[in-house]
């Protein structure tokens, strides 16, 4: 009894530990049985969320016909921020830098393309079609990825090297869950508050559109929330 109270006042003096030790222990079950790949989780992630990012721009188009919603382009949510353009250049490279990355194959030209037309967006955003170009032809690349991607060892190394100088070495997991996920979604969830701080009638069933394929019948609200 006295050894299950000191084990009790353990866990409750670091919660955070005691509930990771039992995650880590029931995701090694689970994996054991049904294990899933970082590719299984990175492609459907990227199709999903360019696919949804590329129907806010088509939106855009609609709601400020005449070429209104070419001015978009340029709108940033900071002053120092990039602007609309340069967030989905930058979306569509992290896509394709997670995929070639974790291939362990050199970037194609596309990636150049993007940072370059990203990093000068601000004098020369584009138009739209440009923008939805781009997200289409990152879309079919990863797909294209997909068919045909080889097994990726979560513990393979991986060194990830940033224009300023600084290196990250990082297992193929951590790369996938710390680096290349987070910054995909910073640039699409930047995309989106740019849009709809510019007046873009967007809500969260835009935002995770793909989930509509799991709905259960007779069970949509009336309303959506924003």
């Not at 993007?114 to 584009?126: F, I, K, T």
């Not at 995309?191 to 809500?203: M, S």
Request: charged share 20%; glycine share 8%; with cysteine.
């Amino acid at each position: 009894m006295i050894a299950t109270r000191t084990a009790d006042v353990a866990s409750a003096a670091c919660p955070d530990q005691a509930i990771r030790k039992g995650w880590i222990g029931r995701r090694s079950k689970i994996a054991e049985r049904n294990p899933m790949t970082l590719p299984d989780l990175l492609i459907p992630t990227y199709v999903q969320m360019l696919g949804a990012l590329s129907a806010w721009l088509g939106k855009a188009e609609t709601q400020r016909p005449g070429g209104g919603a070419e001015a978009l382009l340029a709108a940033r949510i900071a002053p120092d921020m990039f602007p609309l353009s340069t967030q989905v250049r930058f979306a569509c490279v992290q896509a394709q830098e997670g995929i070639f990355r974790l291939r362990g194959q050199d970037f194609p030209a596309s990636v150049g393309i993007l940072l370059d037309e990203g990093r000068n967006a601000a004098e020369h955003p584009g138009s739209i079609e440009d923008a939805r170009k781009r997200i289409a032809e990152t879309i079919a690349l990863v797909e294209q990825a997909a068919a045909n991607m080889p097994a990726v060892d979560p513990a393979a190394p991986v060194a990830h090297a940033l224009p300023q100088g600084m290196v990250f070495d990082l297992t193929a997991e951590q790369y996938a869950r710390d680096w290349t996920l987070p910054q995909f979604y910073f640039h699409v969830m930047t995309a989106y508050t740019i849009l709809r701080g510019q007046g873009i009638e967007l809500g969260k069933a835009d935002y995770v559109a793909h989930m509509f394929s799991y709905l259960r019948p007779d069970t949509l609200p009336s309303q959506q929330g924003r």
